[in-house]
């Protein structure tokens, strides 16, 4: 069993910053790819950035230069520091890690979500 536990959400002014983690526990051989995800009200679940376990990154177009994804491999956590907010940046945000357990399954996991919102 993998836990993954979100914190950090909150409400922020248009501008501001917010910094998101995300720590993963249970029976964890290895964790691979970590990633975060957002949901507005009434739209689909978007990829907002995700990392490899070698730190290599990927990010929507949308948050390019505003958000910085990292890992922390030795705490099994992932941030999100998210920088400039605007109100578009409003959504519930989902941690995901693809994980190895300890009896070497592979499953993909998923946070309970923290929400974000971003007003003046």
């Known amino acids: 069993q993998v836990q993954l536990v979100e914190s950090g959400g909150g409400l922020v002014q248009p501008g501001g910053s917010l910094r998101l983690s995300c720590a993963a526990s249970?029976?964890?051989?290895?964790?691979?790819?970590m990633g975060w995800y957002r949901q507005a009200p009434g739209k689909q679940r978007e990829l907002v950035a995700s990392?490899?376990?070698?730190?290599?990154?990927n990010y929507a177009a949308s948050v390019k230069g505003r958000f910085t994804i990292s890992r922390d491999n030795a705490k099994n956590t992932v941030y999100l520091q998210m920088n400039s907010l605007k109100p578009e940046d409003t959504a519930v945000y989902y941690c995901?890690?693809?994980?190895?357990?300890?009896?070497?399954?592979?499953?993909?996991?998923w946070g309970q979500g923290t929400q974000v919102a971003v007003s003046s």
């Open positions: 990392i490899t376990s070698g730190g290599s990154t």
């Open positions: 249970g029976s964890i051989f290895s964790i691979n790819a």
């Open positions: 995901n890690a693809d994980v190895t357990s300890t009896s070497r399954s592979q499953t993909n996991n």
